[in-house]
């Protein structure tokens, strides 16, 4: 494992209109087949949620990996105003398996959202236990009511025994 790795969470706001019809935005699709081409090679991961115009996106992988691909984001013209959310050492990624995890806003998000008192997708306004929450929902594909309780087990004991024995994630 590489010593010093990193996860770093932004904002953004996109600066193209959005095309959407029930299917992916095609500049988020760009933005998608980009990113993982370019993280593939450099063992940096994530997930990118897009939503009512802003970005929200988490990297994880060795610190200096990280930080230039922020940097080669920050140049990208499909979106502003980057906010750098939060930024911690990790011991151990959450999107192993992903170059690039593309997650659309849905009822799992929007409900651990609304736990914290939003109720649009705008990450400028997500705090740091909110993204530490959103992020354990997007990688293991947990249900969001695991974070309403304080006697809730571990987030590892929510898989299933099967899945854990096989190391299969939740969502799968």
């Given at each position: 494992m590489p010593?010093?790795?990193?996860?770093i969470t932004?904002?953004?706001t996109?600066?193209f209109?959005?095309d959407?019809?029930?299917g992916?935005?095609?500049?988020?699709?760009?933005?998608?087949l980009?990113?993982?081409r370019?993280?593939?090679k450099?063992a940096v991961?994530?997930?990118l949620?897009?939503?009512?115009?802003?970005?929200f996106q988490c990297?994880?992988g060795?610190?200096?990996?990280?930080t230039?691909t922020l940097?080669r984001?920050?140049?990208d013209s499909r979106?502003?105003?980057?906010k750098?959310l939060t930024?911690s050492?990790i011991?151990?990624r959450?999107?192993?398996?992903?170059s690039?995890k593309?997650?659309?806003?849905e009822k799992?998000?929007?409900?651990v959202?609304?736990?914290?008192g939003?109720d649009?997708?705008?990450?400028y306004?997500?705090?740091?236990p909110?993204i530490d929450?959103l992020?354990?929902?997007?990688?293991?594909g947990?249900e969001?009511?695991?974070?309403?309780?304080?006697?809730?087990?571990?987030?590892e004991?929510?898989r299933p025994?099967?899945?854990?024995?096989?190391g299969?994630s939740?969502?799968?």
């Amino acid at each position: 494992m590489p010593a010093n790795l990193i996860r770093i969470t932004y904002a953004s706001t996109a600066t193209f209109k959005t095309d959407i019809e029930g299917g992916i935005e095609s500049e988020v699709a760009r933005i998608l087949l980009q990113s993982r081409r370019n993280n593939s090679k450099i063992a940096v991961g994530g997930v990118l949620h897009y939503g009512e115009g802003y970005f929200f996106q988490c990297l994880e992988g060795e610190e200096s990996k990280v930080t230039e691909t922020l940097q080669r984001i920050a140049q990208d013209s499909r979106h502003r105003d980057i906010k750098v959310l939060t930024k911690s050492p990790i011991q151990r990624r959450l999107f192993t398996d992903w170059s690039m995890k593309y997650l659309a806003l849905e009822k799992n998000l929007m409900a651990v959202m609304e736990q914290h008192g939003l109720d649009n997708f705008n990450p400028y306004e997500f705090s740091a236990p909110l993204i530490d929450e959103l992020l354990k929902v997007c990688a293991l594909g947990i249900e969001p009511k695991a974070f309403a309780s304080k006697q809730s087990p571990s987030l590892e004991a929510e898989r299933p025994w099967w899945k854990r024995w096989l190391g299969v994630s939740q969502a799968s």
